[in-house]
């Protein structure tokens, strides 16, 4: 007889997304305490942490063991992160971007749900495109910071949603979430049933199967505590056919950061900790490091998904 504690193990060691038994030890858990909301901050640099990983050897997903991953909502509930807040300005740049590759595929589309909104900076871009607009956020303060900086709607909790029981979409939105889930595979599925007819889910999430990702090998800046599954493109194949969608569009997601965003956490990699304590003092440089740059590292991936039997065509 196996105890419930064993149970649970084996459980956790099966693959998240094809639900195979046949998973390996991929990477030791690198911190020795318990998870804590702030471990979850989106502005994290602590690259290279995470918890103990496994592999499947079926469909290449790369998934975390640990007990810890049944408590992530009650974690980000309590989540809060100043930096963030302190970026929204280019993240927003961000949001444009993807709304507008979204529309430029079904440019027929009236409403839009954003899920883990954050402080809803998508969510308000979108509305300011006359879209019919919500979010879902677990983090209660930044569902405040949504409503008190942003004003938008962000209801506080995960999807589905009791609130949303029934309604349909044109957009839904899944930004950097699905490698913060344990049941990925449920999520993609309960979008799929929460879209129009030709409707789409625009996902993003990094690839561990990239080049920059085996180049930077176990200090992969994708490596954080918060990710708790990690994609490749044969994983996220399989994912997606398992939720009943298709893939209508392919590319390479980017950023907009400011300069010295950058120079802080690429201290990480390279010397610049000191010229980035003295950039302050001097003009020209205190400038640069205010500039925005667009990014895109080639390490993560923007999926444009529609219900299978979906077509690309942009016809209304």
Request: charged share 25%.
């Amino acid at each position: 007889m196996h105890s419930a504690a064993t149970k649970t193990q084996m459980q956790l060691r099966r693959c998240w997304v094809c639900g195979s038994a046949r998973t390996t030890p991929w990477k030791a858990r690198t911190i020795a305490r318990a998870l804590r909301p702030e471990d979850f901050r989106i502005t994290d640099s602590n690259y290279g942490a995470t918890l103990a990983l496994r592999r499947c050897l079926d469909c290449d997903f790369i998934f975390a063991e640990d007990e810890e991953v049944c408590a992530l909502t009650a974690l980000y509930e309590q989540l809060t992160d100043p930096e963030y807040e302190k970026s929204q300005d280019t993240r927003a740049l961000q949001m444009r971007w993807l709304i507008s590759a979204a529309r430029h595929l079904r440019p027929e589309a009236r409403s839009l749900l954003d899920i883990g909104a954050a402080s809803g900076m998508l969510v308000a871009e979108a509305r300011r495109q006359g879209l019919d607009a919500i979010g879902v956020e677990p983090s209660r303060p930044l569902v405040e910071l949504a409503r008190s900086q942003n004003a938008v709607e962000v209801l506080p909790g995960i999807f589905p949603h009791p609130q949303l029981v029934g309604r349909r979409f044109d957009l839904i939105f899944l930004v950097d979430v699905i490698e913060h889930v344990s049941n990925p595979l449920g999520l993609l599925r309960h979008c799929a049933q929460a879209l129009n007819a030709r409707g789409v889910v625009v996902v993003i999430t990094p690839d561990v199967g990239s080049i920059t990702a085996r180049v930077a090998g176990k200090r992969w800046w994708h490596f954080r505590l918060a990710h708790v599954g990690y994609f490749s493109r044969r994983s996220l194949a399989a994912i997606i056919g398992a939720a009943g969608l298709v893939v209508l569009k392919r590319f390479r997601a980017k950023w907009f950061f400011r300069v010295y965003y950058l120079a802080e956490r690429l201290a990480q990699y390279l010397p610049l900790a000191r010229l980035n304590r003295l950039a302050p003092r001097f003009r020209p440089l205190a400038w640069l490091y205010q500039r925005v740059l667009p990014v895109n590292l080639h390490d993560s991936t923007v999926l444009i998904l529609g219900r299978e039997g979906s077509s690309p065509g942009e016809q209304r």
